[in-house]
């Protein structure tokens, strides 16, 4: 972050934005010119200092920049309030790049992408069924659909909505709720995009009802100016353009095979080809395109060893059948895809019916389907979703309940339901929360935890490390999906569960993979943290991006050998040194590593304290803790983590009392080794807590302020080899300069607290509460009916004996016998 919270605006202007890979912008050519700003800085000041800059007036164009991740949207800067929130997205990266654009180009742009500017897409061109959505008509501008709007509002929200308008081209509108501008939307020339971070935003606000975004959005749409476009871009109402690399290649990562099957039928059906399984098994899956003429194209994918994730391992992205362009192919959906398809639509409208998803499903992903098919699925999916509604009004609050009440200090919350639809459940358990504030380092571990038998929903869990490097969780959320929306949530309940134990949130350090919204989710809840990434995932792209490359094996090796040092560098001559390295290797992997924020990885430059963490691993320590079988009960699984975390507690806390010592034994270690380093070193006394150490170069350590310039004192918490030859000059012991939480009695600390049973948890009867859910609805008049006996229908066909031609009976109890062919017949009587 840069000083006093400033951001360096690089102005660029004169260039043109080009199609690059997945969909990305690139802008080439034009100049640029940097100008420091602030969230004090007013829209018209930065204008003004834009046009000094570049000696244009810059009244008629429209200024416009990248979220971070996020090459591919373009958001426009029309007030004062887009200027400051431009400022807290990117503050963490401490720059941000400005495009300042005329209103040709805008059109241009608009021209070229096949979307508004502020929603650019990847210009996808594929042809696709014309959409019920389809947007035909102008859209005029009318003098009362504004005052009918706001009060159409003001009538159901009772809140107050308001019209800005600044002049005749520039719009600009205001959803308000309370006090707060809960949305903020601009209308001009020929750019309208609603602000989606802020819808985001808004759902994590509570006290402002969903229908108001709804209306408000009905009230803007009058304004749109005519000369956008006749139609909204491909893909705008269709959610299939969200597919388009949902496969990226060799490296990629799913939860589990079930994820991967249900992503691998999600690609095939954008890329319009049809596959045919090689294996198909739980733990490996190989796949080709079943095209024939013997198509190239095929994928491999397998379990890793080390996480349980499914990986894809090898992959041959090219079709020689003319398939996978996305075009007007073949299509096939599963049964599966389809189920998850229709559930999405029955929570926004539970009355769908099947010859209408029939003809959704056509229009919006090209899948030509029978009405009995689709029926069937929606059998699935109703049955599917009653079991889930039972378990959200019925189980899930009488856990949460039982929970409190047995483990004092412990919360639990279940977000309110919303169209029927199970949202996020958060918990975090008493002695967990208590070994964290009083034992553990402000350093947080935030990833997903697959699960391997459910795609239903996500688990997401915080976790923290103990005194020994072991693993410690805090707390854990079960949400809908991984996004922004939900790790918003899931931080936002975390925050308010420390503050409730007097924690202070200020300064901590979360070291997560940074993306599905993890990047932004967390400098918007916890605002002085420092957030870290996940190296492990930023090196395993960067191996993937190097196999694409002309490099031989070995070279390969030495470029992540460089990266590794790199990111583990701790000063910044260091960092560079390694960057020329691979610099000298090829420029364009040293600008990938550049271009992936090193300040956000690198120790060189990152100014948290991640403490020798770099990856995720530790978080793998949860794949084994939910059985299988009781992933499909959400109450299951968070009790399965209750007697887990139980055991682990106990186990350590009897571990741990046979340890001597001040420090726990993974950190004497540590220390004994960094003792064997400091035996030649010579210390020159500047003061008395100044000391000046030579090895192989010099170094100051301030023994009082707990520092050397090498940085790895401040970065472990345990003292380095210059500190600890201080330390032996001085005859003091190196164990007063060691973190507390380092130390054997916050490791007991940390595992102080008890968890205790809930007593009546194998007596609930989980099929209790459905009379308080309403049932499925009765079948209607336009499904196909099933053919059912009547028992209390009396049959009109009269069945004869074959042999005596008589009622009553058939020929295997006839008791009349044949004695010769002819007409005589003996009584058996």
């Known amino acids: 972050m840069a000083d006093g919270g400033i951001v360096v605006a690089i102005c660029q202007y004169g260039g043109e934005f080009t199609s690059g890979p997945n969909g990305n912008l690139i802008y080439k050519g034009g100049e640029a010119h940097a100008v420091d700003i602030t969230r004090d800085f007013s829209l018209e000041s930065f204008k003004d200092e834009v046009s000094k800059v570049f000696h244009v007036d810059v009244t008629d164009m429209s200024l416009k920049y990248f979220l971070p991740n996020n090459n591919k949207t373009l958001i426009t800067i029309s007030c004062d309030l887009d200027l400051q929130r431009m400022v807290d997205f990117t503050i963490s990266a401490a720059q941000v790049d400005v495009f300042l654009i005329s209103r040709e180009e805008n059109r241009s742009i608009v021209t070229r992408s096949g979307a508004t ?146 992503q691998l039928c999600k690609y095939a059906i954008i890329k319009g080809f049809v596959y045919r399984f090689i294996k198909n098994e739980t733990t490996r899956v190989t796949v080709k395109c079943a095209a024939e003429g013997g198509c190239t194209w095929r994928l491999h994918a397998s379990e890793s060893s080390r996480n349980k994730k499914f ?195 200020d300064n901590m350090t979360f070291l997560s993979s940074g993306q599905k919204g993890l990047d932004a989710a967390v400098s918007q809840v916890f605002e002085d943290s420092h957030h870290a990434f996940c190296l492990h995932h930023i090196m395993e792209e960067f191996k993937g991006e190097l196999r694409k490359g002309p490099w031989s094996h070995q070279i390969r090796e030495e470029m992540v050998e460089d990266f590794t040092r790199a990111a583990q560098a701790c000063n910044d001559n260091d960092f560079y040194v390694s960057i020329e390295s691979i610099r000298n290797i090829s420029s364009e992997a040293a600008d990938w590593i550049i271009a992936r924020r090193p300040e956000h990885w690198s120790d060189a430059i990152f100014r948290g304290r991640r403490y020798d963490h770099f990856s995720l691993n530790i978080v793998d320590a949860f794949n084994n803790w939910i059985p299988t079988k009781k992933e499909s009960s959400i109450v299951l699984m968070t009790d399965s983590l209750r007697m887990k975390i139980k055991e682990v507690i106990e186990s350590r806390r009897e571990a741990c009392n046979a340890w001597e010592g001040p420090l726990t034994p993974t950190m004497e270690y540590k220390v004994q080794d960094e003792m064997l380093k400091a035996g030649k070193m010579t210390v020159l006394c500047s003061s008395e807590t100044v000391f000046e150490v ?136």
């Open 117 to 262: 500017p502020g929603s650019i897409a990847s210009g996808d061109k594929r042809k696709r069924p014309a959409s019920k959505n389809k947007v035909t008509k102008s859209h005029k501008k009318t003098s009362n659909a504004p005052g009918n709007a706001i009060q159409a509002i003001t009538n159901n929200v009772g809140q107050p909505f308001s019209v800005v308008t600044e002049n005749e081209d520039n719009r600009v509108f205001q959803l308000e709720f309370g006090n707060d501008i809960a949305i903020t939307t601009t209308t001009g020339g020929a750019s309208f995009m609603p602000d989606i971070l802020d819808q985001q935003n808004l759902a994590l606000a509570d006290n402002i009802p969903r229908e108001a975004v709804r209306m408000f959005d009905d009230a803007i749409n009058p304004y749109i100016s005519s000369d956008i476009m006749e139609e909204p871009p491909q893909g705008l109402n269709n959610p299939i353009v969200l597919w388009d690399d949902i496969i990226k290649g060799v490296g990629q990562e799913f939860d589990n095979v079930k994820d991967f099957r249900a």
């Open 311 to 505: 990986i894809i391992k090898k992959m041959t992205d090219e079709h020689t059948c003319g398939g996978g362009g996305g075009g007007e192919g073949q299509r096939r959906a599963t049964r599966q895809w389809l189920t998850t398809i229709i559930k999405e639509k029955l929570h926004e409208d539970p009355m769908f019916k099947p010859k209408d998803l029939v003809k959704e499903l056509y229009e919006e992903y090209g899948i030509t389907l029978t009405y009995s098919q689709v029926w069937r699925g929606k059998e699935v999916a109703q049955k599917e979703l009653y079991h889930a509604i039972r378990e959200t009004h019925s189980h899930l609050p009488w856990f949460c309940q039982r929970l409190e009440e047995t483990n004092p200090g412990s919360i639990s919350v279940l977000s309110p339901v919303v169209d029927t639809k199970f949202r996020r459940f958060f918990v975090a358990f008493h002695a967990c929360l208590h070994g964290f504030v009083n034992g553990c380092r402000p350093l947080l571990f935030l990833d997903k935890v697959p699960l391997k038998a459910t795609n239903e929903y996500k688990l997401l869990v915080a976790a923290a490390v103990d005194a020994d490097d072991g693993v410690f969780p805090v707390a854990f959320n079960v949400v809908e999906d991984e996004n922004y929306d939900s790790w918003g949530w899931f931080l936002m309940q975390l925050k308010m569960a420390l503050q409730i134990h007097n924690y202070p949130c």
């Open 694 to 829: 030579r090895a192989n170069a010099i170094f100051v350590v301030n023994l009082a302020a707990w520092e050397c310039t090498c940085r790895r004192w401040q970065q472990s918490g345990l003292p380095c080899m210059h500190a600890i030859a201080v330390c032996n000059r001085l005859g003091r012991s190196l164990y007063d300069y060691c973190l507390k939480s380092l130390k054997v009695d916050s490791y007991r600390e940390t595992y102080s607290g008890t968890i205790f049973p809930i007593p009546d948890m194998d007596s609930f009867d989980f099929s209790a509460g459905a009379n308080e859910i309403p049932p499925p609805k009765q079948r209607t008049t336009d499904k196909p009916r099933r053919k059912r006996s009547n028992p209390n229908k009396t049959s009109t066909l009269v069945r004869l004996c074959s042999r005596c031609k008589q009622t009553g009976h058939n020929k295997a109890t006839c008791e009349v016998e044949f004695v010769d062919r002819s007409n005589l017949f003996i009584s058996t009587l």
